[in-house]
Each structure stands twice: as structure tokens, then as C-alpha cells.
């Protein structure tokens, strides 16, 4: 399964948290890059967090609130939200590539999964 597909967007309010996961295809997962985005409406797209298999790096915006990492005996990349905000909502996905982080090859990318945070 190369196609990400992301799960548990939802509505909370300011100050919740919630814990989306992704499932892309084995091989990716254990040996390339993933990644965790976001798209609020008129806004544009920002890289939250990616990970492979040496490095774990956070786009500055979201350090301390955001967490991605791997659980391995469900095959899943999670993106563990705290304290969220309602500047927080916007549409979360899910990219995949065939390459290293570094390169940002990110030519998979699932439909994505809303949040909405309110007050």
C-alpha cells in the first residue's frame, strides 16, 4: 500500500489533543521518508514533521505540541497533537517517498484527515 491513508481527524475543543495515524506501503515505512502536513483554508501547505529511518526533524512551528514517531507493531506513523489551538484546524496529511528526508520526495499523499478545533 503506497497510497497513505490517514485516520482520526476530529472536532475537539482548545486545550484537547488527538492522535491521527497513517498506513502506507512496508517497505516505505521501515526504509524511506514520511511525513505529516497540514493546510488550513487559504493558507499554504506546511510541513509539520518528517521522519526516516536517521533523522527526525520538526518544521519550527511545531515543536513542543507535535510529536510524529512510529509504532511498529501496527505498521502506523502517528502525529500525537497536545494542547491544540484553533489555529491549529486545517485539513492533516499524510506523504510518503520513495527517497531519504533530505531529498523531500514526497510523491504520495493521502486524502487527509480534518481537524477542527474550537473554542
Known amino acids: 500500500q503506497v497510497q497513505p491513508v490517514e485516520s482520526g481527524g476530529d472536532s475537539v475543543a482548545a486545550g484537547g489533543s488527538l492522535r491521527l495515524s497513517c498506513v502506507v506501503s512496508g517497505y516505505i515505512y521501515t526504509r524511506f521518508c514520511l511525513g505529516w502536513f497540514r493546510q488550513a483554508p487559504g493558507k499554504e501547505r506546511e510541513e509539520i514533521a518528517v521522519i526516516d529511518a536517521d533523522t527526525t526533524t520538526y518544521g519550527d512551528s511545531f515543536k513542543g505540541r507535535f510529536a510524529i514517531f512510529k509504532d511498529y507493531q501496527k505498521e502506523r506513523l502517528i502525529l500525537q497533537m497536545t494542547n491544540l489551538k484553533p489555529e491549529d484546524t486545517g485539513m492533516y496529511y499524510c506523504?510518503?517517498?520513495?527517497?531519504?528526508?533530505?531529498?523531500?520526495?514526497?510523491?504520495?499523499w493521502g486524502q487527509g484527515t480534518q481537524v477542527t478545533v474550537s473554542l
Open positions: 506523504a510518503a517517498s520513495g527517497d531519504y528526508c533530505w531529498r523531500r520526495q514526497f510523491g504520495y
